[in-house]
Every structure is written in structure tokens, then in C-alpha cells.
């Protein structure tokens, strides 16, 4: 059964951390592109950051450079993203996304509540 279960968000004061985790069982999850996307309420769904399958390449979206991160752990089956000095804007539902480049195959997770709030 192919599943891709995220973990991690919560409620974080502005500037603070947090460390996504999303996991991922019943295919090869290392030879995919793994992603990190979020939707806020009354927006569309928006790209994060990206992995490779080689892990040699990661791509992120100009509002979180310099403070999100994204890095896996093929031994886990796991990819993650730090997020740090987070913004009130940062609050949506973020989502944990792989997709096989060469057979189209997609995989979305359930999504994880990140509320940036004082």
C-alpha cells in the first residue's frame, strides 16, 4: 500500500522552528522527485522545495530561501524540511509530494497544519 504520511507541523510563535517529516512506504520512495508543498486558506496550492532522486540537486521557492531546508534520509525512507524564522505567512497546509520523473507516477500525502502565530 503506497502511503506518504507526514508529521511535524503545529502551532509556532514568528521566528521560531519546525522540522517536517514525511515518510513513506510501499514504493521506492529514494527514486523519486520528493517535494514539499503548501496551501493556504483561499490560495492555490504552491510549491516549497524540491529533491532530486540523486539528493544532488534541491530547488526552493523564493519566499523561503535562506530559511527553509529540505534534505531526505534514503535509509529512513524519510524527507524532511526545517523551516526556521518563520512568518506569519508561512501558516498553511503543507503537503509531501513525490513524483517518478521517468514513469509519471504521483504521490500526495494527507497534509500537515503549520500556524506561524503570537
Known amino acids: 500500500q503506497v502511503q506518504l504520511v507526514e508529521s511535524g507541523g503545529g502551532l509556532v510563535q514568528p521566528g521560531g522552528s519546525l522540522r517536517l517529516e514525511c515518510t513513506a512506504s510501499?514504493?521506492?520512495?529514494?527514486?523519486?522527485?520528493r517535494s514539499w508543498y503548501r496551501q493556504a486558506p483561499g490560495k492555490e496550492r504552491e510549491l516549497v522545495a524540491s529533491?532530486?532522486?540523486?539528493?544532488?540537486?534541491?530547488n526552493y521557492a523564493d519566499s523561503v530561501k535562506g530559511r527553509f531546508t529540505i534534505s531526505s534520509d534514503n535509509a529512513k525512507n524519510t524527507v524532511y524540511l526545517q523551516m526556521s524564522s518563520l512568518k506569519p505567512e508561512d501558516t498553511a497546509v503543507y503537503y509531501c509530494?513525490?513524483?517518478?520523473?521517468?514513469?509519471?507516477?504521483?504521490?500526495w500525502g494527507q497534509g500537515t497544519q503549520v500556524t506561524v502565530s503570537s
Open positions: 529533491i532530486t532522486s540523486t539528493g544532488g540537486s534541491t
Open positions: 510501499g514504493f521506492t520512495f529514494r527514486r523519486y522527485t
Open positions: 509530494n513525490a513524483v517518478h520523473r521517468l514513469f509519471g507516477n504521483v504521490y
